[in-house]
């Protein structure tokens, strides 16, 4: 999912939505222990189709994924060359297990993390740090632009 996409919780509508906050009303709110959180119901981001409620078109914790969206992660899934397990806890399922059905595949698994994970012991490959610093390195031969010096400052494992 993505926060700067919305979900209409009636029609299913989808839209990108950058304002931040998403509507006026929600400005300052959300703090710890913060009292009157009530908002009228008319001061809510709505939907542009039907005036529902939008939401944030994500997936929250203990929420089912879509049908549609399992579909096409298992389509993936059989399909890939390279599977990449970048910023997660490798706890929480059905993603969790995802690594190990690709690497069972005997595909290569990199693994993208500041601690080892659940799926570390299946990764093929496991760089251990951020990934906002780590991703950009290990990206840039495929984006064409790798700086020809640089060197990754991390502890590495590849399993053979």
């Known amino acids: 999912g993505n926060l700067f996409t919305v979900r209409c919780t009636s029609?299913?509508?989808i839209e990108e939505n950058n304002d931040s906050p998403i509507c006026e009303a929600l400005r300052n709110r959300g703090l710890p222990n913060e009292t009157g959180a009530?908002?009228?119901?008319?001061?809510?981001?709505?939907?542009?189709?039907?005036g529902s409620l939008v939401r944030p078109h994500v997936v929250w914790f203990e929420e089912c994924l879509w049908p549609d969206v399992l579909k096409k992660i298992n389509e993936e899934i059989a399909q890939c060359d390279l599977f990449l397990v970048v910023g997660t806890s490798g706890i929480v399922y059905p993603?969790?297990?995802?690594?190990?059905v690709v690497a069972a595949r005997k595909v290569p698994v990199a693994e993208v993390n500041i601690e080892k994970t659940p799926a570390t012991s299946t990764s093929t490959f496991y760089f251990e740090g951020?990934?906002?610093?780590?991703?950009?390195?290990?990206?840039?031969?495929?984006k064409n632009d790798a700086p020809s010096n640089k060197t990754l400052p991390l502890k590495t494992k590849t399993r053979k």
């Open 95 to 100: 993603a969790a297990g995802y690594a190990s």
């Open 130 to 142: 951020p990934s906002g610093e780590l991703l950009p390195v290990l990206l840039a031969p495929i």
């Open 38 to 50: 009530e908002i009228p119901l008319k001061d809510l981001p709505s939907c542009r189709q039907c």
């Open 11 to 13: 029609c299913g509508f």
